[in-house]
């Protein structure tokens, strides 16, 4: 068995999965106890403290990215074709991940393996910012759903109520953000596997190198 004796970098150093879009590995920054805001530090690869929670908002389920992923081009050339803009751009990121589980998970920085069912496309400040939808592999209730139209209403409302207002300051009455569509199985596949393409074209010749 081979051994890795340093930790990878959660964007960089870990796989999506060979399965993937079907089955993906998920990196996880934050879970629903969460009332610290973590993400990766792009540079170092450790979980920080982006903020403490200002308001009452909790993230609905378990949070993160898909490693080897990045919202460039080819992610906001779809946002802009289902929009029907020109200007959307990428937001520059790993592509951002929602995975519903029956189980009570209650630390980050792990890794989870996800089956997409569907997602939001997320427009933030003209910035293409999907995130995407999935379900715990095998687990006994929630890995039944196989698309979006297979989970109840009211738990994807949950999840669009956090995004659409998780960075609003109370008394204010401009939305920072937007979710133009909410999109099912087939479309979340194709948003991930254009991450993929454009994680390649601006990273992989570095990651050839060992850089």
């Known amino acids: 068995m081979k051994v890795q004796l340093h930790k990878a970098h959660p964007w960089h150093g ?12 998920s990196y996880i920054e934050m ?5 610290i805001k973590y993400e990766i530090d792009k540079v170092s690869g450790y979980r920080k403290v982006d903020r ?3 308001f009452s908002n909790i993230v609905p389920a378990l949070y993160g990215f898909v490693p080897q992923t990045f919202c460039g081009d080819s992610v906001a050339e779809l946002a802009n074709l289902r929009t029907n803009r020109t200007s959307i751009v ?3 990121d790993p592509l951002d991940i929602c995975v ?10 792990i890794l989870v393996e996800a089956i997409p069912i569907g997602g939001f496309r997320m427009i933030d400040k003209n910035e293409a910012d999907d995130k995407i939808i999935a ?27 956090y995004f659409l207002t998780y960075k609003n300051i109370p008394g204010e009455s401009k939305a920072i953000v937007e979710i133009t569509e909410t999109y099912g199985r087939a479309e979340a596949h194709e948003v991930i ?7 390649n074209k601006t990273y992989r010749s570095y990651m050839d190198l060992g850089m």
């Open 14 to 25: 870990i796989s999506y999965g060979e399965n993937a879009p079907d089955i993906i590995t």
């Open 31 to 35: 879970v629903p106890a969460d009332q």
């Open 52 to 54: 403490p929670q200002k």
């Open 90 to 92: 990428g937001d520059g």
């Open 100 to 109: 519903l589980t029956e189980r009570n998970i209650t630390s980050g920085d």
């Open 135 to 161: 379900v715990m592999a095998k687990d006994e209730i929630y890995s039944q759903w196989k698309d979006i139209t297979d989970a109840p209403e009211q738990i994807i409302n949950r999840l669009k109520h």
């Open 193 to 199: 596997r254009r991450s993929i393409d454009d994680y």
